[in-house]
């Protein structure tokens, strides 16, 4: 069986599609963190973490559209993300949004 142009590309595709709904679900679990804290440390949250992170989970969605419309391919739909478990306050929930980055760098 011959792994085809079309078959990478699908694969490079969905790559980004689950890059990027990890990152959808990091910030869930930043909105999650934010409720928990103090006003002057909530927005430190969102300047230094939330921001950054939802520029480049709409850079990451707008990518996969591009990549998708250029080949022909299907374009994924990016649903909001919901935590997937609840965790112990602000620290456990900036804890899982971490991880949930590194699981998009992978």
Same mark, same amino acid.
């Given at each position: 069986?011959?792994?085809? =142009?079309?078959?990478?590309?699908?694969? @490079?595709?969905? /790559?980004? $599609?689950? +890059?990027?709904?990890?990152?959808?679900?990091?910030? &869930?679990?930043?909105?999650?963190?934010?409720?928990?804290?103090?006003?002057?440390?909530?927005?430190?949250? =969102?300047?230094?973490?939330?921001?950054? @992170?939802?520029? /480049?989970? $709409?850079? +990451?969605?707008?990518?996969?559209?591009?990549?998708? &419309?250029?080949?022909?391919?299907?374009?994924?739909?990016?649903?909001?993300?919901?935590?997937?478990?609840?965790?112990?306050?602000?620290?456990?929930?900036?804890?899982? /949004?971490?991880?949930?980055?590194?699981?998009?760098?992978?």
């Amino acid at each position: 069986m011959s792994y085809t =142009e079309a078959d990478a590309r699908q694969q @490079l595709l969905n /790559a980004l $599609g689950d +890059a990027a709904d990890e990152l959808g679900l990091a910030l &869930a679990y930043l909105g999650e963190a934010y409720e928990h804290l103090d006003d002057h440390t909530a927005e430190r949250l =969102e300047e230094q973490l939330f921001r950054p @992170l939802q520029a /480049a989970y $709409g850079r +990451a969605r707008r990518t996969h559209s591009a990549f998708a &419309a250029r080949y022909g391919l299907p374009a994924r739909r990016f649903e909001p993300q919901s935590v997937r478990v609840a965790s112990h306050g602000a620290k456990g929930q900036v804890e899982a /949004a971490i991880a949930a980055v590194r699981e998009a760098e992978g």
